[in-house]
C-alpha cells in the first residue's frame, strides 16, 4: 500500500508542486515522484510506501546501508570517514552540552554510541530494526520505539541522517523534544537537498535516496520543522566528507562507473561553494528548546 497526500505535513500547506521523478538506484530501479512545498520547501517523496510495504526496500538484496556493506574502495573511504565524522560529533557535542547522558535515535548497530560510551557518556539508544539491535554490544541498553523509553530526560539527543525516514515526522520530532532536558541540545543530521552537488546531480543526487527518504529537506524547512515542534536552532555544522561520498555514488547511478577522480572533483567543488552560500551537501542542526 501507499500514502498519498496533498498537503505539506510540516507547514499545513496544501499547495504541493510537482517537482522532480527519482530512480531507486539502490533498488529495483523503480521510479518515485516527489512533490515540493512552495511555502517551506520540503520535498517529499509521494506517493510513497506506507511503515509496513516500505521494509522491502530496506531488505532487498540490492540495497544496504551505506555502513553495512564491506569491501571496496568506497566502503574503506566511508569507513575512514565514518571515525573521523564520530570524533568531529564528539567535539561537537562537548562544545554544546553540559550534561553527558546521551540518546541517539536512530542508532543502527551502536557504532556511535559504543565510541561515544568510551568517552565517559551514559549512553543508550532507540533502533527500530531487529537486526540492527542484535548487533549492538549488551552493554548499551536499546529500545525499539522511543515510547519505550521511561520518562527521564537526556542531556543531548543525536538523529544523524535518520528524521528523513520517519512516516510519522511531527509525532517524532515531538516525542524527541519531550525527551530534552531542559537545557539539553538535539543534534540532527539532513542531507540538504539544496547543496551544489545536489543541484549539480539533479535526478541522480544519492541524497535523494527514495523512497527510503520520505522528506528532502532545505535549511528554510528545517527551520519551519523546529519552530513548529517547539525548537530553536542555535547553530548548523557542515559533514564535508558527505559531499564526497554521495558524489561517488551520484556518478556511478549518472553513468554508469565509479568516476573516482570526477567525484572527489565535485566533492570539493561543493564544499568549496557551500564555504560562500553555507549550502553543504550535509548538515548537523544544534537545536535546542
Known amino acids: ?3 498519498q497526500f496533498s498537503t505539506c505535513r510540516i507547514c499545513s500547506n496544501s499547495n504541493l508542486k510537482e517537482h522532480l521523478p527519482i530512480t531507486d538506484y539502490f533498488g529495483e530501479k523503480e521510479v518515485f515522484n516527489t512533490a515540493i512545498c512552495e511555502q517551506c520547501t520540503t520535498v517529499y517523496t509521494v506517493p510513497r510506501p506506507d511503515e509496513e510495504n516500505i521494509i522491502k ?8 546501508s551505506h555502513g553495512d556493506k ?3 574502495i568506497i566502503d574503506k573511504l566511508y569507513s575512514i570517514a565514518q571515525q573521523r565524522n564520530f570524533a568531529y560529533k564528539h567535539k561537537l557535542i562537548n562544545k554544546y552540552s553540559f550534561g553527558k547522558n546521551l540518546l541517539d535515535y536512530g542508532c543502527g548497530a551502536g557504532a556511535f554510541l559504543n565510541h561515544m560510551q568510551t568517552k565517559g557518556y551514559k549512553v ?4 527500530p530494526d531487529a537486526d540492527a539491535r542484535n548487533h549492538i ?3 548499551i541498553p536499546v529500545v525499539s520505539d522511543i515510547s519505550e523509553h521511561s520518562k ?6 543525536t538523529s544523524y541522517h535518520v528524521i528523513e525516514h520517519v512516516h510519522q515526522l511531527m509525532e517524532t520530532m515531538n516525542a524527541l523534544s519531550d525527551k530534552l532536558d531542559r537545557n539539553g541540545v538535539f543534534h540532527m543530521a539532513l542531507p540538504n537537498y539544496k547543496s551544489w552537488d545536489a543541484q549539480h546531480y539533479g535526478e541522480h543526487w544519492a541524497g535523494y535516496d527514495v523512497p527510503r527518504h520520505l522528506y528532502h529537506f532545505s535549511q528554510k524547512s528545517v527551520h519551519t520543522l523546529a519552530q513548529k515542534t517547539g525548537l530553536n536552532i542555535v547553530a548548523t555544522h557542515p559533514l564535508v566528507f ?3 561520498y554521495v558524489s561517488l555514488l551520484s556518478e556511478e547511478y549518472r553513468t554508469g562507473s565509479k568516476n573516482y577522480i570526477r567525484a572527489f572533483k565535485n566533492g570539493f567543488v561543493s564544499n568549496r561553494k557551500a564555504k560562500h552560500t553555507g549550502e553543504y551537501s550535509s548538515l ?5 528548546k
Open 242 to 244: 558527505d559531499s564526497y
Open 57 to 64: 526496500y530496506y531488505k532487498s538484496n540490492s540495497y544496504k
Open 70 to 72: 564491506k569491501g571496496g
Open 137 to 139: 554490544p549488551s552493554n
Open 1 to 3: 500500500m501507499t500514502e
Open 284 to 288: 548537523i542542526y544544534i537545536l535546542t
Open 152 to 157: 527521564s530526560k537526556f542531556d543531548v539527543i
Open 124 to 127: 543508550s539508544g532507540v533502533e
